[in-house]
């Protein structure tokens, strides 16, 4: 690694605004790089607090009954007696997880955080176009945040039904529920706000110069996500409405008439239909796994680009594979339903939809394989983790088509090969990607580079322990062991064989969560003490790191408003002293 | 503080749009999924439901129909109110946005009885799916009604003051809120033969 | 355009209030057509027409969808398929009651 600094020590460059109070500048600011940080960090703390859900239930699923070592007292009497954690407490822990993990923390960071900081930067505006309506989308989501948590302090303790939440059984949950449906409002207004300013920004603010085809794909998959966020989402908001109404007001959107719990008759007027929630929750729901992986291909995208020092192969490939995904992502929603018994003629239509939306997912990560080929790869960290991005996502996506087809997801739906399957795509697929992208943007952020040794020392224990937590999940889902469990499946004779993993699962989560140390002091020394660096220090050729310092100018972002001249990846063009040719130089340089 | 946005006021050239125009129809996109979503619930329990009222045996059609004038009505003196800052007539401009905020607060009120009559009669929403939906959807409109409230007695008061400083861009922003205002209009316009007359 | 001068929007004026016009009619229409003795099928066809008409109005002439740039055309026209989607959620309990 030879840190070329393209342009000297720019730290002073900053136009300091002095008038500028401390609230209006860290806390409630407009800019877009402050929100963006804002987004991150806050969605970094959700993601730990989400990591250590999983790591008590991990605990409960290698050694059921037993007290939770060190914290089992605090998790109070009426969640865990003497630290033996309850079914009820289990619940609260996989639905909180799955929430938190999905809404607080992973969307957030990809779209909140890089997108906010990133986007603005490679189209080279001076902001998001609605710097307000920034604000309030990241102190919505805040607000939702903080409710959702407050749910494990209710009487009854936190939303436990799923993160899916399917009714009847959510309806009749206890007052967690309620709280959680009010977060979802919040944080889906959140992502409305967003989606809104992404769209109008990417599309109005492109600098002069800067066509479509010539955006970086990590603005694309950007404004792919945002259109997915943007019509996605209000069928859930509308669901939520209606779970509410029933809730709270009697009403029997989702309960069928008749229905017996614990041998009490309810008394609701019935007429409703369950189904009808799991419709519109997917709706959502499955554009949401494209709003998780999308943004995390951009990323990949841009950094394999830029360590391989050659062009992006299949560019034009690559954006119209994704905007076939994002439509097609509409449209493939049942496919979650199929045990639902909704009838074979229908499912056979989402079966179809489902082999279909595989193609372009494959389109993509087969060009940004063969984007590796005959480049001279610098392995750097943010490219180690986007090199491991694209075998660990294979696996997540290859083991998806079973599940797209209804005759082998009959057996497997309701199995840990499910779990396995999507924490595949979204744990060493897309928070490897963000951790790449923390790696990769972090000298922008800060004009500091993180360490490459910590990086190393992170990188590689956790691909070994990451695998041995989510690999195994095949091999009890196709025993048959159901995920839905508290004590792991030790209640059933027929799984004994496969119920060794458990502790294998559990140990390589305890691991992982230990290597993690590595990043957080990474993080923090490198803030301070990492190694000072220039504007552009990977040699890149987009708009963020050709035209602006690091950091950006805090209001304006460039000290001189660029042009663009040519596309984002001229990598090694040939009769070029250098070997990249940023975006913004002019022809005859 | 805060940076200049391009084309904050001026329509960008390529696309013919300035920055809010597009923002408020990609907000709408939203909006119609939202009751998309409902007007999909509706039509699900409807054709599930072993039986369904006629909307006018339960709810007062003569009432929902004068509403239904009142609320066109008022889309009129919207798009009116926008045409006399686009002559730059100030004066009709805030004659035409107050008859507008006017038939919203009547449309309101009048909402207001048709709920308090529906509950006086021992009408809720938990009593059938039919009343559920109702309830549910014209609440959600009202809502959105008192939200357009909101932000035109702003527009008609306090924000008048950016008619001063930059009137284009103020102009746009009475385009915009009547883009909303139009298409609350317009739900209300599918709202009333399906939940009242059908 | 979405630039109006003041001149066109004297001419529009005029179209706004023939609008209105229609409006009340339609809206006097649909009342009517609900007193007559038709069945709920036609009934409900004939009414969601009727509203199509008057919510086609009012996007085309009060918020000028008609001459709209392509951006906006295509972004609705993008909403629409995926409204339409959504509409099928209901139809998905009854393709296999009925033989397809």
Redesign the interface.
Same mark, same amino acid.
């Given at each position: 690694m030879e840190p070329v600094a393209t342009e000297p020590e720019e730290a002073d460059h900053h136009e300091d605004?002095p008038?500028?109070s401390f609230w209006?500048r860290y806390v409630f600011s407009?800019d877009h790089k402050v929100i963006g940080i804002q987004y991150a960090v806050t969605a970094l703390v959700f993601l730990f607090l989400g990591f250590c859900l999983m790591l008590l239930m991990r605990w409960q699923l290698a050694y059921p009954g037993q007290p939770v070592p060190l914290i089992g007292g605090l998790l109070g009497e009426n969640n865990a007696p003497q630290g033996r954690m309850l079914p009820e407490f289990y619940n609260q822990l996989g639905a909180m997880h799955g929430t938190i993990m999905v809404f607080m923390a992973i969307v957030p960071l990809a779209v909140g955080a890089f997108g906010n900081y990133v986007v603005p930067l490679q189209i080279g505006? =001076?902001?998001m %176009?609605?710097?307000k +309506?920034n604000m309030a989308s990241y102190w919505c989501f805040f607000a939702g945040g903080i409710l959702m948590l407050t749910g494990f302090f209710v009487p009854g303790g936190a939303a436990q039904s799923g993160w899916t939440s399917y009714p009847p059984l959510s309806v009749t949950a206890p007052t967690g529920q309620t709280i959680w449906l009010f977060g979802m409002v919040l944080l889906i207004t959140s992502s409305?706000l967003g989606?809104?300013?992404f769209?109008?920004t990417i599309?109005?603010?492109r600098v002069k110069g800067l066509t479509f085809m010539r955006l970086p794909f990590f603005v694309w998959a950007q404004l792919v996500t945002a259109?997915l966020l943007?019509?996605?989402?209000? =069928?859930l908001? %509308?669901?939520g409405? +209606?779970q509410l109404?029933d809730r709270l007001?009697?009403?029997?959107?989702f309960m069928p008439e008749g229905l017996v719990i614990s041998g009490q008759l309810l008394e609701?007027?019935g007429?409703?239909?369950p189904?009808?929630w799991q419709?519109?929750f997917w709706?959502l729901a499955h554009p949401e796994v494209y709003v998780l992986i999308l943004p995390a291909m951009g990323i990949v995208a841009e950094i394999i680009a830029t360590n391989t020092r050659k062009p992006l192969w299949g560019y034009k490939s690559l954006v119209y594979s994704l905007i076939f995904l994002g439509f097609m992502s509409?449209?493939v929603w049942?496919h979650h339903m199929f045990l639902t018994g909704?009838?074979?003629?229908?499912s056979a239509f989402f079966q179809t939809t489902t082999m279909i939306i595989s193609v372009p997912s494959v389109v993509i990560l087969t060009a940004l394989l063969l984007s590796l080929w005959g480049g001279s790869i610098r392995f750097n960290t943010p490219m180690l983790f986007a090199l491991a991005f694209l075998p660990m996502f294979g696996i997540g996506g290859l083991t998806g088509l079973p599940l797209g087809l209804i005759a082998s997801d009959i057996p497997l739906h309701d199995t840990y090969y499910v779990i396995g399957h999507f924490h595949y795509v979204v744990a060493p697929g897309t928070i490897f990607a963000l951790f790449a992208g923390i790696y990769f943007w972090f000298p922008k952020v800060t004009g500091r580079k993180m360490s490459e040794l910590l990086g190393k020392l992170h990188f590689w224990p956790s691909l070994i322990f990451i695998n041995g937590v989510f690999f195994p999940m095949f091999i009890q889902g196709l025993a048959g062991l159901s995920r839905r469990l508290y004590d792991g499946g030790e209640i059933y004779d027929f799984p004994d064989h496969v119920m060794v993993w458990n502790k294998v699962m559990s140990h390589s989560a305890f691991g992982l969560a230990a290597v993690q140390i590595f990043f957080v002091v990474n993080f923090f020394w490198s803030i301070f003490k990492g190694e000072k660096v220039g504007a552009n220090p990977w040699q890149s050729n987009t708009l963020e790191w050709t035209d602006a310092p690091s950091p950006p100018v805090a209001?304006?972002n460039f000290p001189k408003l660029p042009q663009v001249y040519r596309g984002a990846y001229e990598y090694s063009s040939p009769g070029q002293d250098e070997d990249f040719l940023p975006q913004s130089q002019p022809q005859e340089a | 503080?805060?940076?200049?946005?391009?084309?904050n006021s001026e329509p960008?050239p390529d696309?013919g749009?300035y920055?809010?125009k597009?923002?408020v129809w990609?907000?709408l996109?939203?909006?119609?999924?939202?009751?998309?979503?409902?007007f999909?619930?509706y039509i699900?329990?409807r054709t599930?439901?072993?039986e369904w009222p006629q909307g006018s045996e339960i709810l007062d059609v003569p009432i929902a129909f004068f509403n239904t004038l009142v609320l066109i009505a008022s889309s009129v003196t919207m798009v009116m109110s926008w045409a006399s800052l686009k002559m730059g007539d100030v004066g009709k401009f805030r004659l035409y946005m107050a008859l507008t905020i006017l038939c919203a607060l009547i449309f309101l009120a009048v909402k207001a009885y048709e709920y308090g009559a529906k509950f006086s009669h021992h009408h809720?929403?938990?009593?059938?799916?039919f009343l559920?939906?109702y309830?549910?959807l014209t609440g959600?409109h009202g809502l959105h009604i008192i939200g357009g409230v909101i932000v035109n007695g702003y527009l008609w008061g306090p924000g008048l003051k950016m008619w001063k400083s930059d009137p284009e861009r103020f102009t746009n922003r009475i385009e915009v809120a009547g883009l909303y205002w139009h298409f609350v209009d317009l739900v209300w316009i599918f709202l009333f033969p399906v939940l009242y007359l059908l | 355009m979405s630039g109006h001068s003041a001149e066109e929007v004297r001419a529009h004026v005029k179209i706004y209030m023939m609008v209105f016009g229609a409006l009340a009619v339609l809206t006097v229409v649909t009342v009517a057509v609900s007193y007559l003795d038709i069945a709920v099928g036609p009934a409900m066809v004939l009414a969601l027409l009727i509203a199509t008409v008057k919510g086609s109005l009012v996007a085309l002439f009060f918020m000028h969808l008609k001459g709209e740039v392509r951006?906006i055309l295509w972004t609705l026209l993008?909403?629409a398929f995926?409204f339409l989607?959504?509409m099928s959620?209901p139809?998905?309990?009854y393709?296999?009651?009925t033989s397809?």
């Open positions: 605004h008038h500028e209006r407009q505006a =001076p902001d %176009a609605f710097p +309506l409305l989606s809104v300013n769209i109008v599309i109005q603010l259109f943007l019509l996605a989402f209000p =069928p908001e %509308a669901a409405i +209606l109404m007001a009697g009403t029997s959107f609701v007027s007429g409703g239909s189904l009808l419709h519109l709706f509409f449209i049942a909704m009838g074979t003629k229908i209001h304006g | 503080m805060s940076v200049a946005i391009p084309f960008r696309t749009l920055n809010a597009l923002g990609l907000f996109a939203s909006e119609v999924m939202l009751f998309g979503a409902l999909s619930t699900l329990l599930a439901a072993v809720y929403p938990s009593d059938s799916t559920a939906i309830f549910t959600l | 951006a993008l909403t995926f989607v959504l959620v139809l998905s309990g393709l296999d009651s397809l």
